[in-house]
């Protein structure tokens, strides 16, 4: 069976989670962090998706970005965690699955829960 879409909506923001997988670390070191932050830039330059805040923690992080296109936020996405699971095996000498199935992603819709979400 194949699996549903997501709702995006282009030109709205999103809250976006993406977690390790069993709870595991994603991050062994500030350099970790920074892959991270780095691929999260270039691919949202080049996927025309606004990262209005983010934060990262141990074993997960959440964005909230609004897509400007319907593809946007998908792209950005595979892109991003493509690159960054073979930089975080090749770094950590391990193979396989880093993330826990795909990233969850919800369309905020009030202001009041938006401005809850950068605070």
Not at 4 to 27: D, E, K, M
Not at 28 to 47: P, V
Not at 101 to 114: E, H, M, P, V
């Amino acid at each position: 069976m194949a699996r549903l879409s997501r709702l995006t909506l282009p030109g709205y923001p999103h809250h976006v989670i993406q977690r390790g997988n069993n709870g595991q670390a994603i991050f062994a070191s500030a350099a970790d962090y920074q892959t991270l932050l780095d691929l999260l830039d270039e691919n949202a330059r080049k996927f025309a998706v606004d990262i209005h805040a983010y934060v990262l923690m141990s074993n997960h992080f959440h964005l909230l970005v609004t897509p400007q296109t319907l593809e946007a936020l998908p792209q950005m996405m595979q892109a991003v965690g493509r690159r960054y699971v073979r930089y975080f095996n090749d770094s950590q000498k391990r193979s396989g699955t880093l993330w826990e199935g795909r990233y969850k992603s919800t369309l905020i819709q009030a202001d009041r829960y938006l401005l809850a979400c950068m605070a």
